[in-house]
Protein backbone atom coordinates (compact mmCIF):
# COMPACT_ATOMS: atom_id res chain seq x y z
CA UNK A 1 0.00 0.00 0.00
CA UNK A 2 3.29 2.20 0.15
CA UNK A 3 3.83 1.77 -3.40
CA UNK A 4 3.95 4.72 -5.79
CA UNK A 5 4.02 3.11 -9.05
CA UNK A 6 5.72 5.10 -11.95
CA UNK A 7 5.69 5.11 -16.13
CA UNK A 8 7.07 4.71 -18.54
CA UNK A 9 10.65 3.53 -17.62
CA UNK A 10 12.15 5.29 -19.97
CA UNK A 11 10.86 8.03 -22.40
CA UNK A 12 12.29 9.23 -25.73
CA UNK A 13 10.78 12.63 -26.90
CA UNK A 14 11.64 15.04 -29.87
CA UNK A 15 12.96 18.60 -28.94
CA UNK A 16 9.77 20.86 -28.71
CA UNK A 17 7.61 18.01 -27.80
CA UNK A 18 5.60 16.91 -24.80
CA UNK A 19 6.88 14.48 -21.95
CA UNK A 20 4.38 12.23 -19.73
CA UNK A 21 5.07 10.55 -16.91
CA UNK A 22 3.15 8.82 -14.79
CA UNK A 23 2.48 7.96 -11.12
CA UNK A 24 -0.08 6.17 -9.44
CA UNK A 25 -0.69 5.37 -5.71
CA UNK A 26 -2.63 3.09 -3.25
CA UNK A 27 -2.08 4.96 -0.30
CA UNK A 28 -5.03 7.42 0.46
CA UNK A 29 -3.58 9.25 3.42
CA UNK A 30 -0.87 10.57 1.05
CA UNK A 31 -1.11 14.38 0.92
CA UNK A 32 2.58 15.72 -0.71
CA UNK A 33 3.83 14.36 -4.08
CA UNK A 34 6.98 16.17 -5.40
CA UNK A 35 8.76 14.92 -8.87
CA UNK A 36 12.39 15.66 -8.34
CA UNK A 37 15.04 15.40 -11.68
CA UNK A 38 18.32 14.04 -11.74
CA UNK A 39 21.34 14.13 -13.98
CA UNK A 40 24.01 11.84 -14.09
CA UNK A 41 26.54 11.81 -11.11
CA UNK A 42 24.11 14.31 -9.17
CA UNK A 43 21.93 14.28 -6.63
CA UNK A 44 18.23 14.77 -7.31
CA UNK A 45 16.94 18.09 -7.24
CA UNK A 46 12.96 19.23 -6.22
CA UNK A 47 11.46 19.88 -9.32
CA UNK A 48 7.45 20.66 -8.24
CA UNK A 49 5.00 19.39 -6.27
CA UNK A 50 1.37 19.47 -5.80
CA UNK A 51 -0.98 18.60 -2.56
CA UNK A 52 -4.18 17.16 -3.30
CA UNK A 53 -6.60 20.33 -2.67
CA UNK A 54 -5.50 21.56 -6.25
CA UNK A 55 -5.89 19.40 -9.96
CA UNK A 56 -3.26 21.10 -11.13
CA UNK A 57 0.00 22.91 -10.84
CA UNK A 58 2.50 24.68 -13.27
CA UNK A 59 5.69 26.23 -12.81
CA UNK A 60 7.31 27.36 -16.28
CA UNK A 61 7.51 24.22 -18.68
CA UNK A 62 6.93 22.02 -16.00
CA UNK A 63 3.11 21.06 -14.74
CA UNK A 64 1.67 18.33 -12.07
CA UNK A 65 -1.44 16.99 -12.94
CA UNK A 66 -3.19 15.92 -10.01
CA UNK A 67 -6.61 13.29 -10.16
CA UNK A 68 -7.31 12.31 -6.49
CA UNK A 69 -10.04 10.13 -7.21
CA UNK A 70 -8.20 7.70 -9.70
CA UNK A 71 -4.72 8.32 -7.15
CA UNK A 72 -2.91 9.19 -9.98
CA UNK A 73 -0.66 12.37 -10.57
CA UNK A 74 1.60 12.79 -13.43
CA UNK A 75 4.47 15.35 -14.99
CA UNK A 76 3.62 17.45 -18.11
CA UNK A 77 7.34 18.82 -19.72
CA UNK A 78 6.06 21.17 -22.42
CA UNK A 79 8.50 22.19 -25.45
CA UNK A 80 10.96 19.66 -24.05
CA UNK A 81 14.48 20.39 -24.76
CA UNK A 82 17.85 18.54 -24.73
CA UNK A 83 18.54 20.25 -21.35
CA UNK A 84 15.65 18.22 -20.07
CA UNK A 85 17.60 14.94 -20.67
CA UNK A 86 17.47 13.43 -17.03
CA UNK A 87 15.66 10.86 -14.76
CA UNK A 88 12.73 11.93 -13.26
CA UNK A 89 11.10 10.10 -9.64
CA UNK A 90 7.93 10.98 -8.57
CA UNK A 91 7.21 10.77 -4.28
CA UNK A 92 4.74 10.70 -1.77
CA UNK A 93 4.40 11.41 1.66
CA UNK A 94 1.83 11.34 4.09
CA UNK A 95 1.52 12.82 7.44
CA UNK A 96 0.81 9.20 8.99
CA UNK A 97 4.95 9.40 8.88
CA UNK A 98 4.79 12.30 11.57
CA UNK A 99 8.05 14.65 12.04
CA UNK A 100 9.45 11.83 10.05
CA UNK A 101 8.73 13.06 6.85
CA UNK A 102 8.87 10.33 4.88
CA UNK A 103 8.83 9.70 1.09
CA UNK A 104 8.01 7.03 -1.10
CA UNK A 105 9.92 7.25 -4.07
CA UNK A 106 8.49 6.04 -7.69
CA UNK A 107 11.35 4.01 -9.49
CA UNK A 108 11.94 6.67 -12.15
CA UNK A 109 11.75 7.60 -15.70
CA UNK A 110 14.99 7.94 -17.72
CA UNK A 111 13.99 11.19 -20.33
CA UNK A 112 15.92 11.25 -23.45
CA UNK A 113 15.12 14.76 -25.30
CA UNK A 114 16.34 14.40 -29.04
CA UNK A 115 17.31 16.99 -31.67
CA UNK B 1 20.41 30.03 2.07
CA UNK B 2 20.81 26.46 3.10
CA UNK B 3 23.29 24.34 1.96
CA UNK B 4 24.31 20.08 2.16
CA UNK B 5 27.35 18.94 1.74
CA UNK B 6 28.75 15.26 1.26
CA UNK B 7 32.10 13.79 1.25
CA UNK B 8 33.83 12.08 0.15
CA UNK B 9 32.62 12.32 -3.38
CA UNK B 10 33.78 9.33 -4.55
CA UNK B 11 34.99 5.77 -2.50
CA UNK B 12 36.55 2.80 -3.61
CA UNK B 13 37.09 0.88 -0.70
CA UNK B 14 38.20 -3.13 -0.44
CA UNK B 15 35.53 -5.37 0.90
CA UNK B 16 35.87 -5.93 4.97
CA UNK B 17 37.36 -2.53 5.01
CA UNK B 18 35.18 -0.40 7.67
CA UNK B 19 33.18 3.37 6.07
CA UNK B 20 32.13 6.48 7.11
CA UNK B 21 29.99 8.91 5.22
CA UNK B 22 29.37 12.43 6.74
CA UNK B 23 26.90 14.85 5.76
CA UNK B 24 26.75 18.21 7.13
CA UNK B 25 23.53 21.02 6.80
CA UNK B 26 23.95 24.94 6.92
CA UNK B 27 21.62 27.66 7.36
CA UNK B 28 18.71 25.76 9.12
CA UNK B 29 18.26 24.13 12.46
CA UNK B 30 16.99 21.30 13.95
CA UNK B 31 16.23 19.46 10.46
CA UNK B 32 15.09 15.83 9.50
CA UNK B 33 17.95 14.34 8.23
CA UNK B 34 18.13 11.15 5.97
CA UNK B 35 20.12 8.21 4.43
CA UNK B 36 19.36 7.22 1.06
CA UNK B 37 20.65 4.59 -1.28
CA UNK B 38 21.11 4.06 -4.70
CA UNK B 39 22.33 1.10 -6.76
CA UNK B 40 22.99 1.68 -10.82
CA UNK B 41 20.19 2.78 -12.72
CA UNK B 42 17.59 2.12 -9.59
CA UNK B 43 15.63 4.14 -7.51
CA UNK B 44 15.87 5.59 -4.14
CA UNK B 45 15.86 3.15 -1.18
CA UNK B 46 15.80 5.03 2.08
CA UNK B 47 18.07 3.31 4.70
CA UNK B 48 17.89 5.63 7.98
CA UNK B 49 16.48 8.80 8.75
CA UNK B 50 17.14 11.26 12.10
CA UNK B 51 14.70 13.33 13.75
CA UNK B 52 16.93 14.57 16.28
CA UNK B 53 20.50 14.22 18.05
CA UNK B 54 21.12 10.62 18.77
CA UNK B 55 17.42 9.94 17.23
CA UNK B 56 17.77 7.43 14.42
CA UNK B 57 15.37 5.12 12.94
CA UNK B 58 16.61 2.46 10.38
CA UNK B 59 14.26 1.52 7.62
CA UNK B 60 16.61 -1.53 6.14
CA UNK B 61 18.17 -4.08 8.28
CA UNK B 62 21.54 -4.32 7.08
CA UNK B 63 25.67 -3.81 7.27
CA UNK B 64 25.32 -0.20 7.85
CA UNK B 65 24.41 2.11 10.82
CA UNK B 66 23.95 5.74 11.24
CA UNK B 67 24.57 8.52 13.58
CA UNK B 68 24.00 12.02 14.29
CA UNK B 69 26.21 13.64 16.80
CA UNK B 70 25.47 16.97 15.94
CA UNK B 71 22.07 18.66 14.87
CA UNK B 72 23.42 18.91 11.63
CA UNK B 73 26.06 16.50 10.81
CA UNK B 74 24.70 12.85 9.98
CA UNK B 75 27.34 9.90 9.54
CA UNK B 76 26.53 6.54 7.84
CA UNK B 77 29.11 3.75 8.76
CA UNK B 78 30.19 0.12 8.56
CA UNK B 79 32.27 -2.16 10.00
CA UNK B 80 32.59 -4.43 7.72
CA UNK B 81 31.62 -3.62 3.76
CA UNK B 82 29.91 -6.44 1.36
CA UNK B 83 30.21 -6.13 -2.33
CA UNK B 84 26.29 -5.42 -2.12
CA UNK B 85 27.16 -1.88 -0.35
CA UNK B 86 28.35 -0.48 -3.68
CA UNK B 87 26.22 2.76 -4.57
CA UNK B 88 25.25 5.57 -4.64
CA UNK B 89 24.80 7.49 -1.18
CA UNK B 90 22.44 10.21 -0.98
CA UNK B 91 21.87 12.83 2.43
CA UNK B 92 18.50 14.54 2.26
CA UNK B 93 17.44 17.17 5.07
CA UNK B 94 14.01 18.72 5.23
CA UNK B 95 12.45 21.08 7.72
CA UNK B 96 8.22 20.51 8.39
CA UNK B 97 6.65 23.82 7.38
CA UNK B 98 2.86 23.20 8.15
CA UNK B 99 2.35 19.55 6.65
CA UNK B 100 4.71 20.21 3.24
CA UNK B 101 7.97 18.02 3.55
CA UNK B 102 9.91 19.11 1.19
CA UNK B 103 13.06 17.06 0.89
CA UNK B 104 16.49 18.62 -0.34
CA UNK B 105 19.19 16.24 -1.02
CA UNK B 106 23.06 16.40 -1.29
CA UNK B 107 25.23 16.11 -3.94
CA UNK B 108 26.27 12.58 -3.05
CA UNK B 109 29.21 9.86 -2.34
CA UNK B 110 30.14 7.45 -5.40
CA UNK B 111 30.93 4.05 -3.35
CA UNK B 112 32.47 0.87 -5.34
CA UNK B 113 33.53 -2.17 -3.05
CA UNK B 114 36.03 -4.19 -4.72
Known amino acids: QQQVKQSPQSLIVQKGGISIINCAYENTAFDYFPWYQQFPGKGPALLIAIRPDVSEKKEGRFTISFNKSAKQFSLHIMDSQPGDSATYFCAASSADTGTASKLTFGTGTRLQVTL | SQTIHQWPATLVQPVGSPLSLECTVEGTSNPNLYWYRQAAGRGLQLLFYSVGIGQISSEVPQNLSASRPQDRQFILSSKKLLLSDSGFYLC?????????????FGPGTRLTVT
Open chain 2, 92 to 104: AWSVPWAGFYEQY
